[in-house]
């Protein structure tokens, strides 16, 4: 939809854009199509929209997809939706709100999604933790949320996020888009990241509870040295002083290391090491 097709839509519903709900409507024609060429569409792919707003990616998604399942929590936006794509046997509109959205009947699937910026991260969270994770996922977020999916070691934009993320999709930026490309015009800039998941498990699924829990203490006072945060946990993973200086020997990491500091590769070491030495659970 152009720019004032949109306005002339919003006034028609009597819809004030909710900044509460992340209510940012693309009118940049140019951007849908990278948007949907980045997720590789195949003619049978089922792909998940969240917040579709006034459809300005539906309609693309409809032409190069099987099947295209929209969840829209506003609804207004899904009667205008209803009448827009009219009978479109292709389409499935779900009013509801995504973060309670059962998303594993859905699977396989796809996710191509301007994603509200209110609630991002939560959502991303949901998708990358479902027993039934996407197989690739294209979304509009903040930078700021891009920065941090694709960030390296020993940036400022690395973290918890992008461990959690990267543990189960290979992340990349693939495009900057201005305020201006939306109604209204957000307050930050935005990007689109393509995450595809990875061929193969990085990390044995007995070993991604203790992989998180290192983690999340590693990062939470993240300009503290492990030594001074991992030996203070109490989780099923009990690390002392003694058996952090060995495993990070072991890996070659010195007793300074910081958790901004460790790769991916090294965080997936340093919790096998500190799992295979850990004591027995009592039966």
Same mark, same amino acid.
């Given at each position: 939809?152009?720019p004032?097709?949109?306005?002339?839509? $919003?006034?028609? &519903?009597?819809?004030?854009?909710s900044?509460?709900m992340?209510?940012?409507?693309?009118?940049?024609r140019?951007i849908a199509?990278l948007?949907?060429?980045a997720a590789?569409?195949?003619a049978?792919?089922?792909?998940l929209e969240?917040?579709?707003g006034?459809?300005a990616?539906?309609? &693309?998604?409809?032409e190069?997809?099987?099947?295209?399942?929209?969840v829209?929590?506003d609804g207004r936006?899904?009667?205008?939706?209803?009448?827009?794509?009219?009978?479109?046997?292709?389409?499935?509109l779900?009013h509801a709100?995504?973060?309670?959205?059962?998303?594993?009947?859905?699977?396989?699937?796809?996710?191509v999604?301007?994603?509200?910026?209110?609630?991002?991260?939560?959502?991303m969270?949901?998708l990358?933790?479902s027993?039934?994770?996407?197989?690739r996922m294209?979304l509009?977020?903040?930078?700021?949320v891009a920065?941090? $999916?694709?960030?390296?070691?020993?940036?400022?934009?690395?973290g918890?996020?992008t461990?959690?993320?990267?543990?189960?999709?290979?992340?990349?930026?693939?495009?900057?888009?201005?305020p201006?490309?939306f109604i209204p015009?957000?307050?930050v800039?935005?990007?689109?990241?393509?995450l595809?998941l990875?061929p193969?498990?990085?990390?044995?699924p007995?070993?991604?509870?203790p992989?998180?829990? &290192?983690?999340?203490?590693g990062?939470?006072?993240?300009?503290?040295?492990?030594?001074?945060?991992?030996?203070?946990l109490a989780?099923?993973?009990?690390v002392t002083?003694?058996?952090?200086?060995?495993?990070?020997?072991r890996?070659? $990491?010195?007793?300074?290391?910081?958790g901004?500091?460790?790769?991916?590769?090294?965080w997936l070491?340093?919790?096998?090491?500190?799992?295979?030495t850990?004591?027995?659970?009592?039966?």
């Open positions: 939809m152009t004032n097709e949109t306005r002339a839509a $919003l006034e028609r &519903l009597t819809l004030q854009p900044r509460a992340g209510q940012n409507f693309l009118v940049d140019n199509y948007i949907v060429a590789g569409l195949h049978d792919d089922t792909v969240i917040g579709p006034l459809g990616l539906t309609e &693309l998604l409809l190069h997809a099987a099947r295209v399942i929209a829209e929590k936006l899904c009667e205008f939706l209803r009448e827009r794509f009219g009978r479109r046997q292709k389409l499935q779900v709100d995504a973060l309670e959205f059962d998303f594993v009947p859905v699977a396989p699937f796809k996710v999604a301007n994603l509200p910026y209110a609630v991002a991260t939560p959502l969270q949901r990358v933790d027993p039934a994770r996407p197989q294209v509009t977020v903040q930078r700021e920065d941090r $999916l694709t960030a390296r070691p020993r940036t400022k934009d690395y918890a996020l461990l959690f993320t990267q543990l189960y999709y290979e992340a990349r930026r693939e495009h900057i888009i201005t201006r490309c015009p957000p307050a800039e935005s990007a689109v990241v393509s595809r990875a193969h498990p990085l990390l044995e007995a070993l991604e509870a992989f998180k829990e &290192l983690v999340r203490a990062f939470g006072q993240r300009r503290k040295m492990l030594r001074g945060v991992l030996p203070k989780t099923r993973v009990q002083a003694d058996k952090l200086e060995a495993a990070l020997k890996l070659d $990491l010195p007793p300074t290391a910081r901004e500091e460790l790769s991916l590769a090294q070491l340093l919790t096998r090491e500190l799992v295979a850990a004591p027995a659970e009592p039966k």
